[in-house]
């Protein structure tokens, strides 16, 4: 099997397969596959109209592979990545296993994985509608806090879609951005990944169908949120920053991008807490209306 890094040209054929599935993983949208590519270790190979895909800096120890996609025969396709990465010398995985596809590798491959639940990666899904309006009881904190940012900075306070002829002002905040942070003493070399895939981002956010809103307070950005739509037609929250020097500023840049997205998407996928405990409690204060759960798979 050929692996190879993912190139943005590859955008089409990638599509092509991810696309007729149907799925609103945030793993699997074109735009996260590539922008992750330096973090995770991406690469891809394409045959015979399957898309597979491995994360070399992913899993402690092991590669990780998520199921083959697109095939029509997930448990030849599978037994053919664990032979391709024992001849490598890797120790291999899946990750980004659906309910759906453990249950067929459980049926057609009796005994050949140890499954086991990846909390830290299911994806946080919420109803657009409802955070547009943070609407019902268990949101009225979050409304509250909403309406008090409005309060504190209405009159200066504006809200507006994310333009290509303004990259170079949302870029420059991002650089701010990123500089506070490390000041505040947020771990560099995470801080770093970031700052440079939102870079990476930004230099390529039409063709990666990226779309978003910005903060200005006065006439100075003070934040922004964009993400993509994915193939299932959920939008996914890629990025989501704001001064922190203004109070509730995430609660009201969520909530103005949900704005935005009604009419683009049912649902809002807030992606993983990757098992930080602060980040969880998080995405469980806005009342997830579903969390889509993935497994993992090590070889027995």
């Not at 592979?65 to 291999?92: C, F, N, S």
């Not at 499954?115 to 946080?124: I, K, Q, V």
């Not at 779309?211 to 934040?223: A, K």
């Amino acid at each position: 099997m050929d692996f190879r890094s993912l190139h943005l040209e590859d955008k089409a054929a990638v599509n092509e397969v991810l696309l007729p599935l149907g799925r609103n993983d945030s793993a699997l949208g074109f735009a996260n596959l590539y922008s992750l590519t330096e973090k995770y270790g991406t690469q891809i190979c394409l045959e015979d109209g399957t898309l597979f895909v491995r994360q070399l800096e992913r899993a402690p120890g092991a590669v990780a592979y998520y199921p083959p996609l697109g095939t029509q025969d997930i448990a030849r396709d599978v037994r053919k990545l664990m032979d391709e990465a024992r001849a490598e010398g890797h120790e291999p995985c899946l990750v980004g296993l659906s309910p759906e596809e453990r249950e067929r590798l459980t049926a057609d491959l009796p005994g050949a994985f140890e499954f086991s639940s990846d909390r830290n990666f299911a994806d946080y899904l919420y109803l657009t509608d409802t955070i547009a309006a943070y609407e019902g009881p268990g949101l009225a904190k979050k409304r509250r806090e909403t309406n008090k940012f409005f309060q504190l900075y209405g009159r200066e306070a504006s809200f507006e879609p994310i333009v290509l002829d303004g990259m170079d002002e949302l870029r420059a905040y991002q650089q701010v951005w990123f500089e506070t942070s490390r000041r505040r003493g947020t771990d560099e070399h995470p801080l770093e990944l970031e700052h440079r895939k939102i870079l990476l981002d930004m230099d390529h956010f039409r063709e990666l169908d990226l779309e978003g809103i910005l903060l200005r307070i006065g006439d100075t950005v003070e934040g922004y949120a964009y993400g993509s739509v994915l193939p299932g037609g959920a939008f996914d929250v890629m990025v989501l920053k704001g001064n922190l020097d203004y109070r509730f500023v995430w609660r009201a840049l969520l909530r103005e991008l949900a704005r935005f997205c009604v009419g683009k998407a049912t649902y809002l996928n807030l992606e993983e807490d990757l098992g930080l405990p602060g980040l969880r409690e998080n995405k469980m204060s806005y009342q997830p209306c579903a969390l889509m759960e993935k497994f993992q798979g090590r070889l027995l």
